[in-house]
């Protein structure tokens, strides 16, 4: 009786899921043929996946597919084409004049990032780069003030400290002829920046091998199998995921540093303790208003945490990839070392704050750093208004995700002549002005680009300019000759470490 009754629940289970399948498969072939009814250019999209072809191997995002989205496309010479991620319709823009549209001019139909997001139940909905619809304007309105240039000019000192860990790191292994492992050398500065100037803590990650900051931060970044399925699932049912109250967030690294901003605003409250930090100025926008609160306790953890994951990983990746450039261009970094030498003697040999905007060829290198490899390899927006393409009776409707490539702008020849050649003069006035703007846009464009950019130029230039002005860099044997990006992640990584060595000079 048993086996029979376990034959029939084995039978039922097959019929489900074999309907399941089979409605999936009509309704995923009922989506692929939307942008042809639309007459849009489209890639051939595949069962399940769309042209999501790398998310289980790969890729958790749009990251590594997006380049090559757009080279298929600028091949064909498309401006713009339809995509599919798994069901869902994504608009691929290649051409800049659509790109600066969507990102700016006509920015009221695509206000929201292709992000999920649940403001109600999920600590990572309320903050600022997550955050939808009619919540965004009012925090970006209230966040902004915090990197006025007066703000940038109180966090000058802090940046500076933490380079002298950095220099003095770098001076031992000029001394013991070690090889630095670049990425880990940046990263370990920028932690302990924006430890210092998001929470006012000195992270001392030079002197810990691995900080419970490095620990949780990297978390946000290396998503595990279980994050997989989360992922998935939010991708695939966003709306359904909201009314289950799934959260994007791994909840280990949420309370590690939920607890850590509540242990320091009760410090501080306690103590009348203040400090030139984020933090702080998030705690003092925080006086009652008409008895309403300017940000609630959440919203204060939300983007405490979102500016110290947002302001980490970013500059290290600019700074590591400028520093393994420079390392192998001995000719370019002397330049750049000549730069920073003579507005430092100018200074009474100091790095100042006002120094630094002179510094006009750092910016160069940073720059053309950020061309070749973008942190932040996609820009997402999603449709919030149905919208009419510019010289097109193309409709495109609300709810359709809009993906840009910066990497595939900045290794794009058409833009960048003979893309894989590291050359600052690209970014000279005189070659700036002959490009379109919008094909350059490391840190987003328009209403909702990066609220830290000058913050994260500001402390990238700092790193570069101090450890130019002491040591000669050159790339380590150990490195290997070419390295390969590992797109699978939103941020932009290396595959394999690089190692520079130092010589002080
Ligand atoms: C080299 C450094 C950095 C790079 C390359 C970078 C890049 C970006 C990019 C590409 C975006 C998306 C813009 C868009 O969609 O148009 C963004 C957004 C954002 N970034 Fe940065 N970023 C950097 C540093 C920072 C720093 C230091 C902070 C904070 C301390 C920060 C905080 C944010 C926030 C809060 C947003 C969301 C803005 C919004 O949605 O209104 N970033 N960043």
Redesign the pocket.
């Given at each position: 009786m048993a086996v029979v009754s376990t034959g029939f629940i084995v039978f039922d289970l097959c019929l489900i899921i074999g309907a399941a399948f089979l409605a999936a498969l009509v309704y995923f072939k009922h989506s692929y043929r939307y942008w042809k009814v639309k007459r849009v250019p489209y890639l051939e999209p595949t069962f399940p996946l769309g042209n999501d072809e790398y998310f289980f191997t790969k890729s958790a995002t749009f990251a590594g597919e997006a380049k090559s989205w757009y080279d298929q496309l600028k091949a064909r010479g498309h401006k713009f084409g339809g995509a599919w991620s798994f069901y869902r319709k994504v608009l691929v823009l290649v051409d800049p004049d659509y790109i600066r549209d969507v990102?700016t001019r006509d920015f009221h139909h695509f206000a929201n990032?292709d992000m999920f997001a649940n403001e109600k139940f999920d600590l990572q909905g309320c903050?600022?780069?997550n955050?939808r619809n009619s919540h965004?304007k009012p925090l970006?309105q209230k966040?902004t003030p915090t990197?006025t240039s007066g703000k940038m000019k109180m966090m000058f000192e802090s940046v500076m400290q933490c380079c002298d860990h950095l220099v003095e790191h770098l001076e031992e292994c000029a001394e013991t002829g070690e090889n630095i492992d670049s990425r880990k050398t940046l990263s370990s500065f920028t932690i302990d920046v924006?430890g210092s100037?998001?929470f006012g803590v000195d992270c001392n990650s030079f002197s810990k091998e691995e900080s419970d900051f490095r620990k949780y931060a990297n978390l946000f970044f290396r998503p595990n199998f279980l994050d997989y399925i989360r992922l998935l699932c939010l991708k695939l049912f966003p709306d359904l995921a909201r009314k289950l109250r799934l959260k994007i967030g791994n909840t280990r690294r949420t309370k590690f540093f939920r607890d850590m901003v509540k242990q320091t605003i009760d410090h501080r409250i306690q103590f009348k303790v203040t400090r030139p930090d984020?933090l702080q100025l998030l705690i003092n926008m925080n006086v009652e208003r008409d008895g309403k609160e300017v940000l609630s306790f959440d919203q204060i953890v939300a983007?405490t945490i979102?500016?110290?994951v947002?302001?980490f990983d970013?500059?290290s990746?600019?700074m590591n990839f400028a520093l393994f450039e420079l390392a192998r261009n001995p000719d370019l970094q002397e330049k750049a070392r000549q730069e920073v030498r003579k507005v430092m003697g100018r200074n009474d040999g100091q790095t100042t704050y006002e120094g630094l905007r002179e510094m006009t060829y750092v910016k160069q290198v940073?720059d053309e750093s950020?061309r070749m490899y973008?942190?932040?390899l996609t820009?997402?927006?999603v449709c919030t208004k149905d919208y009419e393409l510019r010289n097109t009776d193309i409709v495109i409707e609300k709810g359709t995700s809009v993906v840009i490539s910066?990497l595939g702008l900045g290794r794009d020849p058409e833009y960048f002549p003979d893309p894989e050649r590291f050359d600052p003069d690209r970014f000279s006035a005189e070659e700036k002005a002959k490009r379109h703007p919008y094909v350059h846009?490391?840190?987003?464009?328009?209403?909702?680009?990066?609220?830290?950019?000058r913050?994260?130029?500001m402390?990238?230039k700092i790193g570069l300019a101090r450890i130019l002005s002491n040591f000669r860099l050159s790339v380590s044997l150990k490195t290997k000759l070419r390295i390969n990006l590992d797109k699978k992640l939103f941020l932009l990584k290396e595959n394999e470490p690089i190692y520079l060595k130092a010589e002080k000079l």
């Open positions: 990102l990032r903050h600022l780069f955050v965004w970006r966040l990197f924006i100037v998001a984020f983007n979102l500016f110290f947002a302001g970013t500059p990746t600019a940073l950020m973008p942190p932040l820009l997402s927006r910066t846009i490391p840190f987003g464009e328009g209403p909702r680009n990066c609220i830290g950019l913050f994260g130029v402390q990238s």
